[in-house]
């Protein structure tokens, strides 16, 4: 999980500086370690990190759409947001989603799961 961890962090670096096109090849690259690992937790903070991605692009409607379901994730899982993450999707300004209380069936979440695989390959065919 490291190296998909490393990526994913680096993506959002990379948005913070408000290098894009860099940012969307970490994150694409860290969903692909994430997928191959079968990890269950790690698309589940890509999702997140999608959503400060099209923020950056000015899709607040469809970041705030990813958050809710990756709240509602966290919560079905026990995953609570950790401060850090907190304040790095603030100073990314990512819409502020309330902890989630409702329920998501596994096929919403696979959904957007594959939603966040073609979001950010739709960057990578540009």
């Known amino acids: 999980h490291g190296l998909a961890w490393v990526l ?7 948005l913070a500086l408000g290098r894009l ?3 969307r090849r970490a994150l694409e690259e860290s969903l692909v370690r994430y997928h191959a690992l079968q990890s269950s937790n790690g698309p589940l903070i890509l999702v997140e990190a999608c959503a400060c991605y099209v923020t950056a692009h000015g899709a607040r409607a469809l970041a705030a759409h990813l958050m809710a379901s990756a709240s509602a994730r966290r919560v079905q899982v026990g995953l609570p947001l950790t401060t850090n993450s907190r304040h790095v999707y603030a ?3 990512l ?6 209380r409702r329920d998501l069936a596994p096929t919403e979440w696979e959904r957007v799961l594959a939603q966040t695989h073609d979001l950010l390959a739709e960057v990578t065919q540009d």
């Not at 819409?95 to 989630?100: D, G, K, L, M, W």
């Open 21 to 23: 096109a860099e940012a």
């Open 8 to 14: 994913r962090n680096l993506g959002l670096a990379y």
């Open 91 to 93: 100073r990314l300004r």
């Open 95 to 100: 819409p502020r989603i309330e902890p989630a």
